[in-house]
């Protein structure tokens, strides 16, 4: 809702800026500096639903009163495509997409001041905005920065591993990549095998463990548990690391 009401907002700013006020009549609070705290923090949050209602209508007067006459404005394009990535009119009445409309996919409008930001969920979390990978070479004499790439934060890590892979050629030695599982591909290892390199991709693909795994007492080399969480010696048992040997 934060994002209808600014692309509302900042579209009604400019053209109040821009000396067309007969275009707003009943919406001259948006361009009031204290609109926004009176709309999300001063109210009740029984409210929520009357809120969306009032701005979804509040859209559809601007778009019925500019025509195709702002086309070209920026703040305009961002309320247009606000609607049409998150709202749904039936029967002359818009409404927020549900599940059921089919969800809203991951590139849909995150911030007007920041429209290439980008949505994703990931390990249970949400996150908005951009991701970076970066390679690294390590070696005795310690590690150095090689590479990076930054993207939207739906760009997969299979395909920054590609574009890694293509971008940085052949190395005149064989050499050994290391990543977690999120990675790894079929495609990935046929043009890593092609470039004389050895990839190496873990089963570990960033998803959080239990806490209480760092409860269990180990033995020094870690490949075998001595105590559970509740205190009890247990019969020592074998650990295999994760895509390795024993």
């Not at 009740?44 to 702002?70: H, P, Y």
């Not at 390679?135 to 890590?157: K, M, P, R």
């Not at 293509?166 to 095998?193: C, H, I, K, M, W």
Request: net charge negative; aromatic share 10%; hydrophobic share 30%.
């Amino acid at each position: 809702m934060n994002n209808l009401y600014t692309c509302v907002s900042k579209f009604v700013i400019y053209l109040h800026k821009n000396k067309r006020d007969s275009l707003l009549a009943g919406l001259e609070h948006y361009y009031d500096p204290n609109d926004f705290n009176r709309t999300f923090y001063y109210s009740n949050s029984n409210e929520t639903a009357d809120r969306i209602k009032v701005i979804l209508e509040d859209a559809d007067k601007l778009l019925m009163s500019c025509g195709q006459e702002f086309d070209d404005v920026t703040k305009y394009q961002f309320l247009v495509r606000c609607l049409s990535e998150q709202t749904v009119a039936e029967d002359a009445i818009r409404r927020l997409k549900t599940k059921e409309d089919g969800g809203r996919d991951s590139s849909v409008l995150q911030n007007p001041s920041d429209p290439d930001a980008t949505f994703r969920q990931k390990a249970g979390k949400q996150h908005r905005g951009y991701v970076a990978n970066v390679d690294e070479a390590v070696g005795e004499n310690g590690s150095v920065v090689l590479d990076y790439q930054f993207e939207q934060n739906n760009y997969s890590d299979s395909q920054f591993l590609k574009d890694s892979l293509e971008r940085n050629g052949s190395p005149e030695e064989e050499s050994v990549v290391v990543t977690d599982g999120a990675y790894f591909g079929e495609e990935n290892s046929r043009l890593a095998q092609k470039q004389n390199i050895n990839l190496v991709t873990t089963a570990i693909t960033g998803i959080e463990v239990p806490e209480i795994y760092a409860d269990f007492l180990l033995n020094e080399e870690g490949t075998c548990v001595l105590k559970c969480p509740a205190g009890h010696h247990i019969k020592p048992f074998k650990i295999f690391l994760l895509g390795g040997s024993p």
